[in-house]
């Protein structure tokens, strides 16, 4: 008799201590989604001084890719694609040429319809680099700020620095507190993601970490010179030359894994083809990798028969996936409100 009263005062002083330990949540997630489960679960063995599954803190890395995993990239389409459209056809200091015009109209045309790209005479980001050549560093990162202020089609109350996932922040911050480094690979261009980040996500993820394509860079007295053969000018700016010289999705997200980080990252999340290259070199290297399904309708711009295909494909490949429609509690800020993708 006397045990059991023991035993009940003292879960007694736990309860209203608050000293019961309550099951781990991640923010923004669903209280049964299995791969906040399996997160938790991998986090807490590689974290855990005792397990056998340990990970020091200097090698805890997790990529992340940035559209359709952080930030929404159906609101017609993703951001890049969606300043480049403004640069080119509402942009009244900028005079396009004809036929950067006439794809840009077609492109919009096609996006607001949910209708794919349509072909181009050259890759839209090389027509982004060519459409800001000659910004400084600092002009071309404002005019991003600046379009990110603009609303988002497609939703009510929701400007497009706004667009982010906020289960997938949620998660972000978690990793973050458990001492992992985080990166972003993105194949937007590097100076725009690290300007789009920064308000939501900077506190965690520093410029230095993230990676994106890139558009070559020159000074401003450089003129016709080499790189390797000109000297950096106390008078001179940073200018975007005008050029893409990598596009940093499939194979070049590992490339750029191996570059610029130097380590085989613990943890991918991706959402496309485009990050089954360094999903699987997570893998490989003794990592996990899970996968976003665009399967929510209702409250974003999914795809069912995308999602059902792209989930094939990670079973087959040993990822885990996340169902954006099953898992998420919300996905984008709470008065989000979807519309339609058509332009007002």
Not at 14 to 32: P, V
Not at 51 to 67: G, L, Q, T, Y
Not at 271 to 276: A, E, I, L, Q, T
Request: hydrophobic share 40%.
């Amino acid at each position: 008799m006397k045990r059991k009263l023991f035993v009940f005062i003292l879960c007694f002083i736990l309860l209203i201590t608050g000293c019961t330990k309550k099951e781990e949540k991640i923010k923004y997630w669903k209280e049964d989604s299995p791969a906040m489960a399996s997160v938790i679960s991998y986090v807490s063995a590689v974290t855990n001084e005792k397990s056998e599954d340990f990970v020091p803190e200097e090698k805890r890395i997790a990529v992340f890719d940035m559209d359709g995993t952080l930030y929404g990239e159906l609101f017609p389409t993703y951001f890049d694609e969606s300043l480049l459209l403004h640069r080119l056809l509402h942009d009244d200091s900028y005079q396009a040429s004809e036929e950067d015009k006439a794809w840009a109209q077609s492109a919009e045309d096609a996006f607001l319809k949910g209708e794919p790209e349509p072909d181009s005479p050259r890759s839209s980001a090389q027509m982004a680099a060519e459409a800001f050549a000659g910004f400084t560093i600092e002009e071309y990162q404002a005019y991003v700020r600046d379009f990110m202020n603009e609303p988002v089609v497609g939703f009510e109350n929701m400007t497009y620095g706004e667009g982010f996932y906020l289960p997938m922040v949620a998660l972000v911050q978690y990793l973050a507190e458990n001492n992992f480094t985080i990166f972003i690979s993105s194949g937007s261009e590097r100076l725009l993601a690290r300007e789009l980040i920064a308000d939501t996500l900077g506190e965690w993820i520093p410029p230095y970490c993230v990676i994106g394509s890139t558009f070559s860079l020159e000074a401003s007295g450089q003129e016709d010179q080499e790189g390797r053969k000109y000297t950096y000018a106390p008078d001179d700016q940073v200018l975007l030359e005008g050029n893409l010289t990598q596009k940093n999705q499939k194979m070049n997200k590992v490339i750029t894994i191996v570059d610029e980080i130097g380590e085989a990252p613990l943890l991918v999340f991706g959402n496309s083809s485009g990050d089954v290259s360094m999903a699987q070199y997570a893998l490989q290297n003794g990592g996990r990798a899970y996968m976003l399904l665009c399967d929510d309708t209702e409250r974003d711009y999914g795809d069912i028969a995308t999602a059902e295909s792209f989930m094939e494909t990670c079973q087959d490949l040993g990822f885990e996936t996340v169902s954006m429609h099953d898992e998420f509690e919300t996905i984008y800020k709470m008065d989000a409100i979807k519309t339609s993708r058509s332009a007002e």
